[in-house]
């Protein structure tokens, strides 16, 4: 079955530094990748996606960028804010006749000011 | 606005008391389901209905169950609930491109 992979938290960064977490899949097919944030007591909120490889995703200052090369997906951001703290879900879903979302262990970010 | 709405929020219970965990739509998604949240274990789906009466199985479904009569709701239920489904729960709906809307969570414990 599908799987993903993403780096262990939990990342400390100081406010407007580079931000890396790394997301790797294992997919029959081509899937759908995503990245999910969650903000403390809140659910998941979707904040970027790839449907097709070389596709990036982006979106409040987020990205990311389909390498079916490497079957990674991994997010970045250049210049982090305290406002960023969260938990940041990779999912991959490969449809199919259940479209369910397959998703890495989470990983914690804290951003200090 | 376009949402997924879940109640309660928090909830707890005890050990036997039927429960049921409410999850509403109004996208007019035919896909949707439910995941349980564990430390350490991530999001693992619990049972999916691809639409109205079409429920099925994910990675988790023992002691729960699920229907779906109309397009909008679609209900979690705990007939017998356990310690070990203490857990957060998220409903979710599919959209055009796969990606799934989360609704904000119930927080469930079970003594």
């Known amino acids: 079955g599908d799987s993903v992979t993403q780096m262990e938290g939990p990342v400390t960064l100081s406010e407007e530094a580079f931000l890396t977490i790394n997301c790797t899949y294992t997919?029959?097919?081509?899937?759908?990748l995503f990245w999910y944030v969650q903000y403390p007591g809140e659910g998941l909120q979707l904040l970027l996606k790839?449907?097709?490889?070389?596709d990036k995703g982006s979106n409040k200052g987020f990205e990311a960028t389909y390498r079916k090369e490497t079957t990674s997906f991994h997010l970045e951001k250049g210049s982090v804010q305290v406002s960023d703290s969260a938990v940041y879900f990779c999912?991959?879903?490969?449809?199919?006749?259940?479209?369910?979302?397959?998703f890495g262990k989470g990983t914690l970010l804290t951003v200090n000011p | 606005e376009a949402q997924v709405t879940q109640n309660p929020r928090y909830l707890i219970t005890v050990t036997g008391k039927k429960l049921t965990v409410t999850c509403s739509q109004n996208m007019n998604h035919e896909y949707m389901s439910w995941y349980r949240q564990d430390p350490g274990l991530g999001l693992r789906q619990i049972y999916y209905?691809?639409?109205?009466?079409?429920?099925d199985k994910g990675d988790v479904p023992e002691g729960y169950k699920v229907s779906r009569k109309e397009k909008r709701n679609f209900p979690l239920i705990l007939e017998s609930p356990s310690p070990n489904q203490t857990s957060l729960y998220f409903c979710a709906s599919r959209g055009m491109e796969y990606e799934q809307y989360f609704g904000p969570g119930t927080r469930l414990t079970v003594t």
């Open positions: 790839a449907t097709k490889a070389d």
């Open positions: 999912a991959a879903n490969s449809g199919g006749s259940n479209y369910k979302l397959t």
């Open positions: 997919a029959t097919g081509y899937p759908s």
């Open positions: 209905s691809m639409n109205v009466e079409v429920t």
